[in-house]
């Protein structure tokens, strides 16, 4: 009898597929969600810094950023950055999500999901250079720039660092949540960029006052809640290192925002001024490697902190046992 039911057995083991875990679906829809609600936050953010006859369009330069870059991931900027064995390059095997359905699994979700949350990294990324740009460039000349930069830069990068075949990912190197995918690349590009085109029109010796600052501080605030999802989002799962990213994602922020604050009151005598949303918000990240930058004239700041994070992730890893 054992006999004759064991081919059934074994049929019904093999017709068996993967399921997804629900929870880890659950989490990453909502993590996607708040990654793309970064998106607006970065927007007023950057809006409250300019004169308030650039706001309309520094702002759409977060906006447009959303329209041609999903556009761009979908067709084959996700191919690009996680198909193929090449460790520098990927190809277009998953080119117009080729191959993919309901029923692929990356890890224990779905692969639409790790497209989506991947695909909102890529979307954010290109669109914090527009800081370090903002009032110095035509918007066709942005279109055009951050269509190149993240299928020439942005692309090969993730599939250095995130893709099993990667060069980077096969020498341990640890990026969590984006040190170097998206901090310390953006920097650099904001940096460089500033370089090349300079001072924006009408700037002297002394900075150009904000527009307003309300903006901004809503704009931080959203960025602060959207980095929930950007940093615990990023394990891909709901686990131990989830909650700590989450925890981190408050407690870093904070203390850099007071440290900031009790600076600014011993070196002008006030602690008001929009300087301490650039102490909490280069505090994220920080978080797991380093941060973004808004002003030209600090993103300098936003690669050098990915650097020396990227270069102690080996022990770093050892230590907390992320893999």
């Known amino acids: 009898m054992l006999t004759l039911l064991l081919p059934f057995v074994l049929f019904g083991q093999e017709a068996s597929t993967p399921v997804a875990d629900k929870g880890d679906t659950v989490w990453m829809i909502v993590a996607s969600a708040l990654v793309f609600f970064m998106i607006p936050g970065l927007a007023l953010f950057y809006g409250g810094l300019v004169r308030s006859k650039n706001v309309l369009s520094t702002m759409m330069h977060s906006f447009v950023a959303i329209l041609v870059l999903t556009l761009q991931w979908t067709i084959f900027g996700y191919s690009f950055a996680f198909s193929g064995t090449n460790p520098y390059f990927g190809n277009f095997d998953l080119a117009f999500l080729n191959g993919i359905d309901e029923n692929t699994l990356e890890l224990t979700i779905p692969k639409y999901i790790h497209f989506l949350f991947q695909g909102m990294f890529a979307l954010i990324t290109p669109a914090l250079i527009s800081g370090a740009i903002a009032e110095r460039v035509k918007?066709?000349?942005?279109?055009?720039?951050?269509?190149?930069?993240?299928?020439?830069?942005?692309?090969?990068?993730?599939?250095?660092?995130?893709?099993?075949?990667?060069?980077?990912?096969?020498?341990?190197?640890?990026?969590?949540?984006?040190?170097?995918?998206?901090?310390?690349?953006?920097?650099?590009?904001?940096?460089?960029?500033?370089?090349?085109?300079?001072?924006?029109?009408?700037e002297g010796p002394a900075l150009i006052a904000p527009n307003n600052l309300t903006y901004t501080l809503i704009g931080a605030g959203l960025l602060w809640f959207g980095w929930f999802g950007f940093n615990a989002g990023s394990g891909l799962a709901v686990n131990g290192i989830t909650a700590r990213a989450f925890l981190v994602t408050l407690i870093a922020p904070a203390a850099a925002g007071v440290a900031w604050l009790v600076i600014e009151y011993f070196h002008t005598?006030?602690?008001?001024?929009?300087?301490?949303?650039?102490?909490?918000?280069?505090?994220?990240?920080?978080?797991?490697?380093?941060?973004?930058?808004?002003?030209?004239?600090?993103?300098?700041?936003?690669?050098?902190?990915?650097?020396?994070?990227?270069l102690r992730s080996d022990s770093f890893k050892r230590k907390t046992r992320i893999r």
């Open 269 to 310: 005598k006030k602690s008001n001024r929009p300087r301490s949303r650039f102490g909490y918000c280069g505090r994220f990240g920080c978080n797991y490697s380093r941060f973004w930058f808004c002003r030209s004239s600090r993103s300098n700041h936003h690669g050098t902190s990915c650097k020396s994070g990227m």
């Open 139 to 202: 918007f066709g000349g942005y279109i055009i720039f951050i269509l190149l930069w993240s299928t020439l830069v942005y692309d090969p990068v993730a599939h250095w660092v995130w893709a099993a075949d990667g060069w980077l990912f096969k020498m341990s190197a640890l990026d969590f949540a984006g040190g170097t995918v998206v901090h310390l690349i953006s920097g650099i590009a904001g940096l460089a960029a500033a370089i090349v085109l300079g001072k924006r029109k009408g």
